[in-house]
């Protein structure tokens, strides 16, 4: 492989896995061929999602996702890491290539909501053949769904076993530079990572009591490089003035709005759509100004039950998005939509 290439392999890329919100970021740690994988939202069983009940919400996946199972996923990011090391020594034959640290595989999972297309359980439920467990980091809204999960009947003691789970802290707005939220050690993650959950500033007394569940989101945030993940979408007003100091700046969310006109005075929107919540990242004067968008959660999927039929989209086109950003003159942004397998770099090594 080309120095040039090498040195690609050695950046931050997300690869989305599925026609839905599955993805996995990938960011090279240190000067060896390790690579931390971090799966989001995980939902590749090809086993239907379903909300309380069938008769009020059940979904099925159209578009295959890139792996059957956490196992399959796993055992391509393990062959992965051996292939990264070989490709060191290559390049290297003097005897200097980099040790492989670690087996590869999944090394978390971030869970950002409690809905089971984010948390799927028949995914979950898998047990998994890896050396050590796996952390899942969950916002409050997720936490108490996934630890149900996991103490549930559906699950064994051995595949309890399988995981280890956190809450994320909290960051808002108090003025912290990039550097000083990146230099503070996260427990279970490499050092000059930070998984943070990103609350939503607005009331529920004005946007409804559903708002704070949906609208919140979650930062990645490393080196000069910050993930914005918020798959029903964010206003700009909830994401802390520090990530614009980021110099690659990604925000993933739905570009189409959907609504529940029976329910909204309980639900309020259920995705903002690309025009509220995208476009108040770039209004202000230490907006987050994203550098890439991308969509996610806007798979038209098979729906059955009450939400099926009541539920309202207003659709955005890729196209239109644009169109969108050059009236407001931030023509800078790139808009992506990825199928599952394809990936895009977002970012530096740890």
Request: net charge negative.
């Amino acid at each position: 492989m080309p120095p040039s290439s090498l040195e690609a392999s050695k950046r931050a890329n997300l690869r989305k896995l599925n026609g839905d919100t599955t993805w996995l970021l990938q960011i090279h740690v240190g000067h060896d061929a390790k690579t931390y994988n971090l799966l989001i939202d995980p939902w590749l069983s090809t086993s239907q999602q379903v909300d309380y009940h069938p008769l009020f919400s059940a979904q099925t996946r159209v578009e295959t996702a890139s792996f059957p199972s956490l196992s399959a996923l796993s055992q391509s990011l393990a062959n992965e890491t051996l292939e990264a090391a070989a490709r060191e020594r290559i390049s290297k034959p003097e005897g200097n290539g980099a040790e492989v640290k670690g087996a590869g595989g999944i090394d978390a999972i971030l869970i950002s909501h409690p809905f089971s297309d984010h948390a799927h359980p028949e995914t979950l439920c898998e047990l998994i053949d890896q050396s050590r467990p796996i952390d899942i980091f969950c916002t409050p809204q997720s936490f108490q769904a996934v630890a149900n999960l996991l103490n549930g009947k559906k699950m064994t003691a051995d595949q309890r076993k399988a995981f280890k789970l956190h809450l994320m802290d909290e960051l808002r707005d108090r003025g912290d530079s990039l550097d000083s939220i990146t230099s503070h050690k996260q427990d279970d993650v490499p050092s000059g990572l930070r998984l943070l959950r990103l609350p939503a500033q607005e009331s529920p007394w004005t946007h409804g009591p559903a708002w704070a569940d949906l609208h919140g989101g979650v930062a990645i945030i490393w080196d000069k490089s910050a993930v914005v993940y918020s798959p029903h979408g964010i206003l700009g007003r909830s994401i802390p003035h520090a990530l614009s100091q980021a110099h690659c700046r990604t925000l993933i969310q739905s570009f189409d709005r959907q609504t529940l006109p029976l329910l909204r005075l309980a639900t309020g929107p259920v995705a903002l759509g690309f025009h509220q919540a995208a476009l108040s990242c770039f209004t202000g004067g230490q907006a987050y100004v994203p550098t890439l968008i991308l969509r996610t959660h806007d798979e038209h999927k098979a729906a059955r039950g009450l939400v099926g039929k009541i539920i309202s989209r207003q659709g955005t086109s890729d196209e239109q998005a644009r169109e969108a950003l050059q009236r407001e003159g931030c023509e800078h942004c790139e808009i992506r939509s990825l199928k599952a397998g394809e990936e895009v770099e977002v970012g530096g090594s740890i």
